[in-house]
T-cell receptor, first 111, second 116 residues
Framework: GDSVTQMEGPVTLSEEAFLTINCTYT??????LFWYVQYPGEGLQLLLK?????DKGSNKGFEATYRKETTSFHLEKGSVQVSDSAVYFC??????????FGKGTKLTVNP | GAVVSQHPSWVICKSGTSVKIECRSL??????MFWYRQFPKQSLMLMAT?????????EQGVEKDKFLINHASLTLSTLTVTSAHPEDSSFYIC????????????FGEGSRLTVL
């Protein structure tokens, strides 16, 4: 079945450091790929998405590129801020079927 | 974006009692709502899909008689954990979809259940 694997956390960085959170997926066909973010005490929010190969999703300085050849959708940000501290979830959606989530990666950014 | 609210955000109950968790879409009508369960350091696992006015569709391995889902209106779905036991302790999250089947999902902030 469909699955999403993302890097184990937690990840701790200093402010202005470069961030990469790896995500790979297994799915038949052409799923849509998502990154969700969960700030402390809040619900999940859609951060960015890509619906086809080579698409790049971007939002709030974060970006991720849909790589079909490597079945990956790694999340990157060039310079993280303390306010980026949250749990990040990679997810896929095939057709109108259910979202499949990775386990989440907790990011802590220190000043 | 649209707002989905869950209540209560945290509940502690005794073993054998039932607990109801509400999920409300505050500024849109949700034709479909989803209930997830999240264990520590684990993925969100879909428990069931509910459509307004019809019976919920449960994922394999989820006991429908234990986790009762009601979606009586376009803005409210409830999850009732019946005869709760300590192994039911978890983080329960709902999400709601507005409009078409490819509409964006909006998530509640989650409800943490602890069964003593």
């Amino acid at each position: 079945g469909d699955s999403v694997t993302q890097m184990e956390g937690p990840v701790t960085l200093s402010e202005e450091a470069f961030l990469t959170i790896n995500c790979t997926y297994t799915a038949t066909g052409y799923p849509s790929l998502f990154w969700y973010v969960q700030y402390p005490g809040e619900g999940l929010q859609l951060l960015l998405k890509a619906t086809k190969a080579d698409d790049k999703g971007s939002n709030k300085g974060f970006e991720a590129t849909y790589r079909k050849e490597t079945t990956s959708f790694h999340l990157e940000k060039g310079s993280v801020q303390v306010s980026d501290s949250a749990v990040y979830f990679c997810a896929l959606l095939r057709g109108s079927e259910k979202l499949v989530f990775g386990k989440g990666t907790k990011l802590t950014v220190n000043p | 974006g649209a707002v989905v609210s869950q209540h209560p955000s945290w509940v502690i109950c005794k073993s054998g009692t039932s607990v109801k968790i509400e999920c409300r879409s505050l500024d849109f009508q949700a034709t479909t709502m989803f209930w997830y369960r999240q264990f520590p350091k684990q993925s969100l696992m879909l428990m069931a899909t509910s459509n307004e006015g019809s019976k919920a569709t449960y994922e394999q391995g989820v006991e429908k008689d234990k986790f009762l889902i009601n979606h009586a209106s376009l803005t409210l779905s409830t999850l009732t954990v019946t005869s709760a036991h300590p192994e039911d302790s978890s983080f329960y999250i709902c999400s709601a979809r507005a409009g078409s089947s490819d509409g964006e999902l909006f998530f509640g902030e989650g409800s943490r259940l602890t069964v003593l």
